[in-house]
């Protein structure tokens, strides 16, 4: 089993910045990706970034360039840097884990008001 706890969620007016955190904690594989999906209302839950362990990045196109994501392998944890917010990104933003089994974290809120 894996936790996963996420942090760092709120409300920020468009053009601002959030960085969200997420640190995962029991039986971790040494080889993972951990990542961040987002879910707003009515819709599909979208996946926006990736990360292995050795640093390989992916990005969705509606946030490369915008989002940054990064990891420390020590400390088990994942960080999201969102700038230059856009309305369209609120949404419930959720940490991933992939290593054997995949796991979700809770969940925390961004909203982006213009």
Do not use: H
């Amino acid at each position: 089993q894996v936790q996963l706890v996420e942090s760092g969620g709120g409300s920020v007016q468009t053009g601002g910045s959030l960085r969200l955190s997420c640190a995962a904690s029991g039986s971790i594989f040494s080889t993972n990706t951990m990542g961040w999906f987002r879910q707003a209302p009515g819709k599909q839950r979208e996946l926006l970034a990736t990360i292995t362990v050795d640093g390989r990045s992916n990005y969705a196109d509606s946030v490369k360039g915008r989002f940054t994501i990064s990891r420390d392998n020590a400390k088990n944890t994942v960080n999201l840097q969102m700038n230059s917010l856009k309305p369209e990104d609120t949404a419930v933003y959720y940490c991933y884990f992939r290593g054997g089994l995949v796991y979700w974290g809770q969940g925390t809120q961004v909203t982006v008001s213009s």
